[in-house]
């Protein structure tokens, strides 16, 4: 079992672009690259090439109008009407965050993301970060 937390906000996968030249693209790349320097360290010696289980928990932050106002500028206490809210159903599209995550941890960890054969995936409000958890069944 490899399990990780990516500090920050999390990021979705953004579509390939066409340049003006006419060539492809990946806007994600630099996200890729900064995303995988953080989780490099917890890459077994032989990636995972059994059936995999992969949960994923992304935690957005809350939208700074949910905070008390404390002398003009939004204090760290939530207004008492956004305390109960959990689930963060906006954009960035829960798909596009999980491939992300799939993208970035094949062929280190994960042979390819064809092998995910079972996907728990949840997008609530909290302190910005990620947590992942690969388990080969």
């Known amino acids: 079992m490899i399990k990780f937390t990516i500090p920050g906000k999390p990021k979705a996968l953004k579509r390939h672009r066409v340049s003006k030249f006419g060539g492809m693209y ?3 790349s630099k996200d890729k690259k900064d995303i ?3 989780i490099a360290k917890f890459r ?3 990636p995972l090439a059994g ?4 949960k994923t928990e992304f935690y957005m932050p809350y939208p700074k109008a949910w905070f008390k106002q404390k002398a003009g500028k939004p204090s760290d206490i939530l207004k008492d009407k956004y305390k ?3 689930l963060h159903s906006i954009k ?9 995550i799939a993208d970035i941890i ?3 960890m994960i ?3 064809s092998q995910i054969f079972w996907l728990s995936a949840t997008k609530l409000y909290g302190q910005p970060r990620t947590e992942v958890t690969i388990e080969e069944i």
């Open 26 to 28: 990946d806007p994600s």
């Open 36 to 38: 995988w320097l953080q």
């Open 44 to 46: 077994p010696k032989k």
């Open 51 to 54: 059936n995999i289980y992969l």
């Open 84 to 86: 109960n809210i959990k």
């Open 92 to 100: 960035p599209d829960l798909d596009n965050l999980v491939k992300m």
């Open 106 to 108: 094949q062929p280190q």
């Open 111 to 113: 042979c390819d993301d």
